[in-house]
């Protein structure tokens, strides 16, 4: 398990809104899609932060990088094809993604190299 820094530091942003989604998913609820208003608001974003703390541990450890990057890539595309590309929120999500694909790519070129 070797250090990685961009690993580390989108595993910390993960992280971070992980814990918070699930100490205060009351201030999440005006981002929860339309089509999901039948799940109970705070039920999904605790349930969505659980997810995001497990993504960012796995990251900020370099766990199975290849895994947890996908695991990042395929959260953000979700977030970013709900929500939209029309705010700042969504730039934030774009350079995350790009940064979650940096890392996909490179984790699956060690991968292929160790086989």
Same mark, same amino acid.
Request: aromatic share 20%; glycine share 8%; no cysteine.
């Given at each position: 398990?070797? &250090?990685? *820094? !961009?690993? &580390? ?8 809104? #992980?814990?918070?989604q699930i100490l205060n998913? #009351?201030?999440?609820?005006a981002y929860l899609p ?21 993504? #960012? *541990?796995?990251?900020? &450890?370099?766990? !199975? ?11 953000? *595309? #979700? ?6 590309? !029309? ?11 790009? *940064? ?10 060690? &991968?292929?190299?160790?086989?």
């Amino acid at each position: 398990m070797k &250090f990685n *820094l !961009y690993s &580390f530091a989108l595993g910390f942003v993960f992280f971070v809104f #992980g814990v918070w989604q699930i100490l205060n998913p #009351g201030y999440w609820t005006a981002y929860l899609p339309k089509f999901l208003t039948f799940i109970a608001s705070e039920n999904f974003f605790r349930i969505n932060g659980t997810f995001n703390l497990i993504v #960012g *541990l796995g990251l900020i &450890f370099n766990i !199975y990088p290849l895994i947890f990057s996908a695991l990042a890539i395929f959260h953000l *595309l #979700g977030v970013i094809f709900t929500l939209g590309l !029309y705010n700042d929120i969504a730039i934030r999500d774009l350079v995350l993604l790009i *940064l979650a694909l940096g890392i996909f790519l490179d984790s699956l070129k060690k &991968f292929r190299k160790n086989e």
